[in-house]
């Protein structure tokens, strides 16, 4: 039981902190307004109301009785209720109206008919409360003639009403526009906060970040910006380290190459050359793994365009790519690029087509992958995701390389907010799926 209601509340509850805090604040004003209003309504103002209709009906009744009695002194009677009451009354033979004017929903004619009804009976009263603004129209039989009345309408309804709905209401509303305001500062560095980490996941620097807030938000904030100075520093000297070594290994390298040219052998020579080639790619394929993404910013990137330039450096009449839509989203243009042409010259390499088709879709561009080549088995998809894991069967990336292509891939992916699937394609070879963030 209690878990299906906190199900419920977290369904009905928003899910943003900025609302959930405005429920916290405004939620008890309102309630609080809301009961002083209905005890003021149910416990004073109608027993006020009630006692004031009250009052007016027991005079008409009076002045109905003297009426009755004494009808010589009509002229007299009338001009005293007007000069001390404000009543205008009015003796007429028309026919007793037939409609009613009364309103359904209004406490004023509730309270009024329910008073007439007990003091004069059924069908010897009619009364309209919204002819006239500041007056109330009464009629009474009597008899075979009909008294009229138009009496002030603060005789039967006070006006105290609406200066407490305005004194409950205006208050509650400022309050609720103060809380507005100072929940709105409140979460606004959280917000900054969690962009801020967002970018920072996706691989942007983070330079222009700067606490604010409360102070559990700034010291969060604080951490978060000595975090990312930490990982930003190892990653550069990771970088710088890895530059050192590629120049220390590349000297020897190319030593070795001079040596060879001048063997005689020209044979061991080709064969040995082969080798230090493939040493060197593989060099070179540790270097761009390391610093995958490294130095280069963020910025909008048209999918389209993009793939449109791959297409046509890669000049292969085996590649068709199909772009139904242009998008645009916020990434690293190189990176992108060298993922896509990653996959699609894997394609090439162990296929004779790739077919590639860019889909927009709900706030993310899918990328479809697929070739006609020998595929990979269903068992081996999360382990070609692994770097260094090479299929010796089937295919692996590269058939000279060390088995960082797809690692590179996703990594690039994954860094963009987005991701990527394996799977068999309709041509009997690899389908690689790739959903990106717009």
Request: aromatic fraction near 10%.
């Amino acid at each position: 039981m209690f878990y299906g209601l906190n199900r419920l509340l977290k369904i009905i509850l928003p899910k943003r902190l900025f609302y959930r805090a405005l429920i916290i604040v405004a939620a008890p004003t309102i309630i609080l307004q809301l009961i002083i209003t209905i005890v003021f309504y149910d416990s004073i103002w109608i027993k006020a109301n009630k006692n004031i209709t009250r009052s007016l009906v027991s005079q008409l009744k009076a002045i109905q009785e003297v009426y009755q009695n004494d009808k010589k002194n009509l002229d007299f009677f009338t001009d005293s209720y007007k000069n001390n009451f404000n009543f205008e009354i009015g003796i007429s033979k028309d026919i007793f109206p037939s409609y009613t004017g009364e309103r359904k929903f209004s406490p004023m004619d509730r309270s009024l008919r329910r008073e007439l009804k007990s003091t004069f009976g059924n069908n010897n009263y009619w009364f309209n409360t919204s002819k006239f603004k500041n007056a109330v129209e009464i009629k009474i039989r009597s008899e075979n003639e009909t008294i009229e009345f138009l009496v002030p309408k603060e005789m039967v309804s006070t006006s105290s009403i609406r200066l407490f709905v305005l004194w409950t209401t205006l208050p509650s509303l400022l309050l609720i526009i103060i809380a507005l305001i100072f929940l709105k500062n409140q979460t606004r560095p959280l917000v900054k906060l969690a962009k801020a980490a967002e970018r920072f996941g996706k691989g942007d620097y983070v330079n222009d970040f700067r606490p604010s807030g409360a102070q559990e938000i700034r010291k969060a904030a604080y951490e978060f910006d000595r975090m990312a100075k930490r990982i930003n520093r190892h990653l550069n000297q990771r970088s710088e380290m890895l530059s050192g070594i590629s120049h220390d290994l590349r000297t020897p390298l190319t030593r070795l190459k001079l040596q060879l040219a001048m063997i005689k052998e020209k044979e061991l020579s080709e064969k040995m050359s082969k080798d230090i080639d493939e040493m060197e790619k593989m060099l070179n394929d540790y270097l761009q793994f390391a610093k995958t993404q490294s130095q280069e910013n963020t910025a909008s990137v048209n999918l389209k365009d993009l793939f449109d330039e791959i297409k046509s450096q890669i000049n292969n009449d085996n590649l068709k790519i199909v772009c139904n839509s242009s998008i645009n989203l916020m990434g690293r243009p190189t990176s992108l690029k060298r993922s896509f042409e990653n996959i699609i010259q894997n394609g090439l390499t162990y296929g004779k087509k790739v077919f590639v088709e860019l889909i927009k879709g709900n706030n993310r561009a899918i990328i479809i992958f697929e070739d006609d080549g020998p595929g990979i088995p269903e068992d081996q998809f999360k382990n070609v995701l692994k770097p260094f894991f090479r299929l010796d069967k089937s295919r692996s990336l590269n058939k000279s390389g060390v088995g960082l292509g797809l690692a590179l891939v996703e990594d690039i992916i994954n860094s963009h907010g987005g991701n990527i699937q394996l799977g068999k394609s309709r041509y009997n070879g690899l389908q690689v799926k790739v959903t990106l963030p717009f």
